[in-house]
């Protein structure tokens, strides 16, 4: 019997994927062959020039839309966005972490193999048109996510992070796949398109039958944005792992996961929107009030910045609940917008924290606008992002947030929201009234210069951010082309 061999084209739309593949493959044996006094930076920056391949061959591969590999895999201007976005994530993520693991003798190749290897999971979620290789993506991303929050053996504060977000995050994954099952029974297919198809043709599927399925894959995708009810992991992992792994955590695989939640919901489950909307916007108002009030309690700042994560989930799943065009381009241009101002903000912190991450208290932050004013006013403007102040990405990002859910008449939702935004507004100028309106104390007057990599990092983020708020049709031309998400 003849085996069909995919096409050549096929083999190009998946050119991101294969490059880093083979990329990460070399690291891990280039970390054996290299001798033991040669600088392990030399992989970092191999790492970080299969990365800008990924970058253009994901540009590249865009000229062949379409399905492949059997309808496996779609690429359209959605999966593209999303694929430049992990991948950049990845880029910075590279450059922050040089002098962090220099300091904590820690500098070795299977960190950027590692890195690599989650994003190309990323990368297969983002352009899964199939729900079992969305389910393969997934677990390509969180198995080197997982190994990457224990990364430093020796710190206890890791192996916890790390085994508490395996455990839990194995016990969501079963949630998904078991939803993924209940589908595949209901309609008889995993490809998204079909499902739809399925879903709005007659004989209707038992609306009952199709909603549990829709609950159990919910779960899931829930754990893997930090939506309440299933946020509980979010402050204790990203306490505990490295800085710039948690750097990493809270944007790539955050933004992969949304992007397969949009595709999923919107998609394949879109002819029953109206079953699935007051669970998204139960769980959206919920994830804002835990975010926003619990962080107004912490006095760590990668604990803060966990639960303001959590808080941005909610805000990005009220665009989900408004189930329009609108809420796609919003979830698409809020997450490009918290991606730079989220790396900023935890570049800063990966800086600040020094050996053994000792200073990660709001208070250890007393005087940095004396003695690093550089650094001090580009954290501002993240954490001036993040509240929503106009002039940055964070505040257009809200606005089409809020509008989507206007359009969609879930004008109480929006309301809240708003609210919300203004709980958050206080934990985050209580940093900023720190850092210029206290007294320089031990941890800053300690404080070394800002290295080349987190240097690059932050401005990198920071230009990112203000182009976002003063020119964001630069990224609205794009998000609201016509068709950027195939259906």
């Known amino acids: 019997m003849p085996i069909n061999t995919p096409p050549a084209e096929d083999y190009l739309r998946i050119l991101p994927e294969i490059i880093m593949t083979v990329a990460g493959t070399l690291i891990m044996i280039l970390q054996v062959l290299l001798p033991e006094e040669k600088p392990k930076s030399s992989l970092g920056h191999f790492s970080l020039i299969a990365f800008l391949a990924a970058l253009v061959g994901a540009l590249y591969s865009s000229n062949f839309a379409g ?35 220099s300091r904590e003798r820690a500098n070795q190749g299977e960190y950027y193999a590692l890195l690599l290897f989650s994003v190309v999971g990323q ?60 589908i595949y029974g209901i309609t008889g297919s995993t490809n998204v398109f079909a499902i739809a198809r399925s879903l709005r043709t007659p004989p209707f599927p038992s609306a009952t039958l199709v909603g549990i399925a829709a609950a159990l894959m919910f779960v899931g995708f829930a754990f893997k944005v930090s939506a309440a009810p299933f946020q509980i992991w979010a402050p204790d992992v990203y306490q505990g792992a490295p800085a710039p792994v948690t750097l990493f955590m809270s944007v790539g695989p955050k933004a992969a996961a949304f992007a397969a939640f949009v595709r999923v919901f919107t998609t394949a489950l879109g002819p029953i929107t109206s079953r699935w909307e007051p669970l998204m916007w139960s769980s959206a108002l919920a994830t804002m009030f835990v975010g926003n009030f619990a962080a107004l309690m912490q006095t760590n700042v990668k604990r803060l910045l966990a639960y303001s994560s959590i808080a941005h989930a909610g805000y990005l799943m009220v665009a989900i609940a408004a189930a329009n065009q609108l809420g796609v381009e919003a979830v698409m241009f809020y997450l490009a917008a918290y991606a730079l101002m989220n790396i900023g903000a935890f570049a800063v912190v990966t800086h600040f924290a020094r050996q053994g991450e000792k200073y990660v208290n709001v208070d250890d932050y007393a005087g940095l606008g004396w003695k690093q004013p550089v650094t001090a006013a580009l954290f501002s403007i993240f954490l001036l992002s993040l ?7 964070g505040f257009f990002g809200k606005f089409y947030i809020f509008k989507a859910a206007l359009d969609a008449n879930l004008i109480w939702l929006a309301v809240l929201g708003l609210l919300n935004s203004a709980v958050g507004a206080y934990y985050y100028l209580r940093i900023i009234v ?25 401005w990198i ?25 195939t259906k």
């Open 67 to 101: 399905t492949g590999f059997s309808g496996m895999i779609v690429i359209d201007g959605y999966a593209t966005f999303f694929r430049v976005l992990v991948i950049g994530v990845g880029i910075l993520s590279v450059l922050s972490a040089y002098q962090y693991l």
């Open 123 to 182: 990368c297969v979620m983002v352009t899964a048109s199939e729900l079992i290789m969305l389910f393969i993506g997934l677990e390509i991303s969180s198995i080197a996510t997982y190994v990457l929050a224990g990364y430093l053996r020796d710190d206890k504060r890791g192996n916890e992070a790390a085994l508490k977000y395996f455990l839990l995050g194995s016990f969501a994954t079963s949630f998904l796949l078991y939803g993924v099952a209940w």
């Open 387 to 393: 509240i929503g102040v106009p002039l940055t990405g």
């Open 434 to 458: 720190v850092m210029y309106f206290r007294e320089p104390g031990e941890a800053t007057a300690s404080l070394q210069p800002v290295s080349p990599g987190v240097r690059t990092t932050l």
């Open 461 to 485: 983020a920071a230009l990112g951010t203000l182009l976002l708020g003063i020119f964001p049709s630069v990224l609205l031309r794009f998000v609201n082309e016509p068709g950027v998400l």
